[in-house]
C-alpha cells in the first residue's frame, strides 16, 4: 500500500514516502516521465477562449498530456507535481514551449494566428535562464512574442517574490503577455500586484464553477472584474460549463471566457475542426443568445 505524505508549503510540494511505503506504480512513473520527454509522449491540448463581448476567438491555453504506452492519458495534476520535485520541470516546460510555439507558427501560417497561453510552474520561476529559453524559442519558431501568453499563479510568485519578479520582468522585457492563473485563490497582495508586469488576471475556476448557486462567489467574481479593470488588466474566467455562467460572467464585464460549454481542452487537430465549423455558423453562440435561453 502506499503512503505519500503531501504537505504544501508556500506552494511546493513536497512528497515524502513512508519508510514502509514504497509505491513501485508511483516510483515507475517518476522513471517514466524522464523517458516520456525523451519518446515524445507528451502532448498539448487545446481550448479555445472567446470574447464575451463578440464571442471572437482571441487564444487558446495550452494544456499538457502525456500518453502513457501502459496507463493511457494522464492527467497533468499527476505528473506536474512530480515534474517540480524531481527536477524533469525546467526540461518539461521548454518541451512546452517548443510544441506550443510550433503549433503557434502552423497557425501563423495558415493565416489563422493565436494568441497561446502556456502554464508555468512554481520551480521555473526561479530559473533566471528562463527569459533567455524564452527568446530562443520564439526566434527558432519565428513566433511574435505578442503571440505567446505565460500564466503563472500567485503562490507561484510568492516563493521568492523578489526573483520571481526579476524573471517575469525579463519575460515581458520580450513582449511576451504574462496572465495570473488561478487568481483569487492565493494571497498576493495588491500592492504585489500592482508593480507585477501582469495583463491579465485569470479568476480561478471554484469560483466560477459555483457562482450560481453561491451569492458570495458571484460577488468575490465581480469584484475581481472591477479590481482587475481599475488596474488595467484583462479578466479572463475559466471553468465555465453553462450559458448562465457566459451570461452572468458577461454582465459582470468579464472581457473572456474559457470553458467546457465552448470547447474541452483538444488535440490541434479537433480544435481545428472546432475552429472552422464555427467560422461557418452563420451567428455564432454569441452572449446575447446565451442570456435569451
Ligand atoms: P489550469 O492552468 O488552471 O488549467 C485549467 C484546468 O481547468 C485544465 O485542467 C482544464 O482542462 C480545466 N477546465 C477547463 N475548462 C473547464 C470547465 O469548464 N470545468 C472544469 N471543471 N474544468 C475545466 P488540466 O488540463 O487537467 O490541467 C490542470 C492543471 O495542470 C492546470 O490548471 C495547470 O496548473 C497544470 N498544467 C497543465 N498543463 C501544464 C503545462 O504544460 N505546464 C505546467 N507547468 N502546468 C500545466
Ligand atoms: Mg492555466
Ligand atoms: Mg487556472
Ligand atoms: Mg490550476
Redesign the pocket.
Known sequence: AMYVAKTQSLGVFVYTCAVDGHSPQRLALFGDLRRALDLGELELHYQPQISTATGALVGVEALVRWQHPARGLVFPDEFIPMAEHTGVIGPLTRYVLGAALAQARRWLDARQALLVSVNLSARNLLDESLPGQVADLLAVHGVPAELLQL?VTESAIMIEPARAQRVLTALAGLGVRLSI??FGAGYTSLSQLKTLPVSEL?I??SFVLTMATSPSDALIVRSIVDLGHNLGLSIVA?GVETAAALATLTGFGCDTAQGYLLSRPVPAGAFDLWRAERQLLPTQASPASARSR
Request: net charge negative; charged share 100%; hydrophobic share 0%.
Open positions: 500564466e492563473d488561478d485569470k480561478d475556476r475559466e
